[in-house]
């Protein structure tokens, strides 16, 4: 399973980036599909996930109502469309797999996956 995400920029406070995160070896009903994201100096949080194709998606409260994520299931693609970025949105962006599909409690927790995007860097800086 390989996973090549896309789309990071830099970009002036309250604007806007798209990410993609393209599939091969596997469809997107592999199991849960989720973004990540890393800071500086800070551990790898969970920001959204699509537990699987009948489950609504989850965030992290610091993204909720401005990021959304969404799927391509004829394109094997998943997206994150990221609005209002704020300052401390700055990070690298990954995008991850696993086989199945997690519980809630786990669904934004990066141990619980296996395949992991290369990452991508989001900057936002005025």
């Known amino acids: 399973v390989q996973l090549q995400a896309s789309g990071g920029g830099s970009v002036q406070p309250g604007g806007s980036l798209r990410l993609s995160c393209a599939f091969s070896?596997?469809?997107?009903?592999?199991?849960?599909i989720a973004w990540f994201r890393q800071a500086p100096g800070k551990g790898r949080e969970g920001v959204a996930v699509?537990?699987?194709?009948?489950?609504?998606?989850n965030y992290a409260d610091s993204v909720r109502g401005r990021f959304t994520i969404s799927r391509d299931n004829a394109k094997n693609t998943m997206y994150l469309q990221m609005n209002y970025l704020k300052i401390e949105d700055t990070a690298v962006y990954y995008c991850?797999?696993?086989?199945?599909?997690?519980?809630?409690?786990?669904?934004?927790?990066?141990?619980?996956?296996?395949?992991w995007g290369q990452g991508t860097l989001v900057t936002v800086s005025s």
């Open positions: 991850a797999t696993r086989n199945g599909r997690l519980i809630m409690s786990a669904a934004l927790s990066a141990t619980h996956y296996h395949y």
């Open positions: 699509i537990r699987s194709r009948h489950d609504i998606p």
């Open positions: 070896g596997a469809t997107l009903d592999f199991g849960s």
